[in-house]
């Protein structure tokens, strides 16, 4: 077998839906459809904007001036860069920690 034909492609179709892989062996493109199609599905991102009840006015306007919009994100945040945005406090942060305690709660 030439060098060309092992790298042929091979086409497999699932749902009416014609894909390729670089053949090498069966295994590879067992592992190359596993890889493309059997990933583990993401959890859906929660908007802030759904929880806008949970905080003050300020809060949530320095929350949407920062671009922070989902709950994940406002997680991954330290202390120390949220009391860096412009106007958000002491005051904010109580606010959003409670919020994230009882989201965490809530899982």
């Known amino acids: 077998m030439t060098k060309q034909e092992l790298w042929e492609q091979v086409v497999v ?3 009416g839906v014609a894909y390729t892989f670089p053949v090498k062996t069966a295994d590879d ?13 993401e959890k859906p991102r929660l908007l802030l904007e759904a929880y ?9 306007n ?36 409670e919020f994230l305690t009882i989201m965490e709660k809530g899982k």
């Open 29 to 41: 493109i067992c592992a190359a459809w596993e890889e493309r199609f059997c990933k583990p599905q």
């Open 62 to 97: 320095c929350l949407r001036a920062a671009n922070i919009r989902y709950v994940d994100e406002l997680a991954r945040m330290k202390d120390s860069d949220l009391l860096r945005l412009r106007q958000f406090g002491r005051k904010s942060l109580d606010e959003v920690r």
């Open 13 to 15: 179709s699932a749902a």
């Open 52 to 60: 806008s009840d949970w905080f003050s006015v300020r809060t949530e």
